[in-house]
């Protein structure tokens, strides 16, 4: 598959929807704009598929193993990102959700719906 569909199988929004969705719900603990987020989240999504096929085509991973590897990256860079640039003002309790809740959508997104684009561009 070229890098291009590659980008555009995790930069559409079907795959972004989820994202915004979440990211309006606790905009009122957040640090940044919704705008920025809703520009930049397409852009981040579309380069780490790329990113991590190119990964995946040098290591001679199956698409089962990447996308099993993939959520686990992207959700550890994103609460990297996240805690280092302190983008919330979360409780510790409201964090653990928070992180559960990422994950399960990551898992999610690069699983089920990422990996079916793919299938069929």
Same mark, same amino acid.
Not at 10 to 23: D, G, H, L, Q, S
Not at 37 to 66: D, E, H, K, Q
Not at 91 to 109: G, M, V
């Given at each position: 598959? *070229?890098?291009? /569909?590659?980008?555009?199988?995790?930069?559409? %929004?079907? !795959?972004?929807?989820?994202? $915004?969705?979440?990211?309006? /719900?606790?905009?009122?603990? *957040?640090? $940044?704009?919704?705008?920025?987020?809703?520009?930049?989240?397409?852009?981040?999504?579309?380069?780490?598929?790329?990113?991590?096929? %190119?990964?995946?085509?040098?290591?001679?991973? *199956?698409?089962?193993?990447r996308f099993l590897?993939?959520? %686990?990256?992207?959700?550890?860079?994103?609460?990297? +990102?996240? /805690?280092?640039?302190?983008?919330?003002?979360?409780?510790?309790?409201?964090? *653990?959700?928070?992180?559960?809740?990422?994950?399960?959508?990551?898992?999610?997104?690069?699983? !089920?719906?990422?990996?079916? +684009?793919?299938?069929?561009?």
């Amino acid at each position: 598959m *070229s890098y291009a /569909k590659t980008f555009i199988a995790a930069a559409n %929004i079907f !795959v972004v929807a989820p994202f $915004y969705y979440f990211a309006k /719900k606790i905009e009122h603990k *957040s640090n $940044y704009s919704l705008h920025n987020y809703c520009l930049a989240a397409p852009v981040w999504l579309g380069f780490w598929n790329v990113f991590c096929s %190119i990964v995946a085509n040098y290591f001679g991973l *199956s698409v089962t193993m990447r996308f099993l590897l993939q959520p %686990i990256f992207t959700t550890f860079l994103s609460i990297t +990102i996240v /805690k280092t640039w302190d983008y919330y003002n979360f409780t510790k309790k409201e964090w *653990s959700d928070y992180y559960l809740l990422l994950f399960a959508l990551h898992f999610i997104t690069w699983n !089920v719906t990422v990996r079916y +684009i793919e299938s069929i561009l």
